[in-house]
């Protein structure tokens, strides 16, 4: 229920997800490994990583000092990695996976998420602002299907408890559970005030797949920026609220997300920002904080992924809009 907030939610095949974890994404190597490890002793207990992110050797190394100084143990920690756009290949998901293990000297993962809807040519750039048209797969169906399907054999492995999507639009979902043997357990999106995602929250809702949102602070550092993009922390109404409760802005941002029922990732290399971050869990807004924070919501994509974009597609028919918008909800 909203304002109810969970430590752990439960996936649809039983496995429990951490509601509150810590990004890595832009972390940058001689940081985020000390970053892991100030967070697993402050308490956080998700780590959300990726093979694109080019730091799971050094949270490798982090994990692997705080099991052996009895921080945590394996168990006690939810870890999450994703396939990259260039290893869709049915035949190359395995090995990405065995990758990501390698570099972050597990076993198994907890989950691993389809990082993007497009795929990506093996010999694609590392640098998104170096790909060319050349480079570029598109999305198709077809092809994301056979994608999920060795998806499912990582389950099947053991390699990875639970499997998920990143990115997905309502339209992209649908498609994929035509096909799906297992259902996504997590759809990982862009979610914060000014892109509040509600009929797609209601949507995963529907099909029992938890909604997880990146970026719940607008991500500052992201590496595209735009001059009309807003910034939640700067929001007066998000500050006059945080007076209010006697926390940050973060915070409030934070708990906004919380209480609508999703898991959230914040992140930060920052320790102060890390245990400000994990405070977020004991603010309660009352039910007109969230009315008012509602009423924010603008629609507005701040990573809007156009690396992926096929020459001559524009930011609706990536995304959806007209098809998401036109889908009925039961």
Request: glycine share 6%; hydrophobic share 35%.
């Amino acid at each position: 229920m909203e304002g109810n907030v969970s430590e752990f939610i439960t996936l649809n095949n039983g496995h429990k997800i951490p509601s509150f974890g810590l990004g890595t994404w832009l972390s940058k190597p001689g940081e985020v490994g000390a970053a892991v490890e100030h967070a697993l002793k402050t308490g956080y207990r998700h780590i959300d990583c990726a093979q694109f992110y080019f730091n799971e050797k050094e949270i490798g190394d982090a994990l692997q000092r705080c099991f052996k100084d009895g921080v945590v143990t394996r168990d006690q920690v939810y870890i999450t990695s994703k396939l990259w756009c260039n290893d869709f290949a049915p035949e190359d998901v395995e090995a990405a996976c065995r990758v990501s293990l390698q570099n972050l000297q597990l076993d198994y993962l907890d989950l691993y998420l389809v990082h993007q809807v497009a795929g990506l040519k093996k010999d694609a750039p590392c640098d998104l602002g170096a790909v060319t048209d050349e480079h570029r797969l598109g999305y198709s169906p077809e092809n994301m299907a056979k994608t999920w399907e060795a998806m499912e054999k990582l389950v099947e492995k053991e390699l990875s408890r639970s499997i998920g999507i990143s990115n997905f639009t309502i339209t992209k979902t649908e498609n994929l559970l035509k096909t799906a043997k297992i259902v996504p357990a997590v759809n990982q999106v862009e979610c914060h005030i000014y892109l509040q995602q509600e009929k797609l929250r209601k949507y995963c809702k529907n099909k029992g797949i938890v909604f997880e949102a990146y970026s719940p602070l607008g991500n500052p550092t992201r590496p595209v920026q735009h001059q009309d993009d807003p910034n939640p922390l700067l929001e007066p109404l998000v500050k006059e609220i945080a007076v209010k409760h006697v926390a940050t802005p973060a915070q409030v941002c934070l708990a906004f997300i919380l209480q609508r029922g999703m898991v959230v990732i914040p992140k930060s290399v920052n320790p102060e920002r890390i245990n400000e971050n994990l405070f977020s869990t004991l603010v309660e807004l009352d039910s007109e904080d969230m009315m008012k924070l509602k009423a924010l919501d603008r629609s507005h994509r701040l990573l809007k992924m156009m690396f992926l974009y096929k020459t001559g597609q524009t930011y609706d028919q990536f995304w959806d809009i007209k098809e998401d918008e036109d889908f009925k909800l039961p």
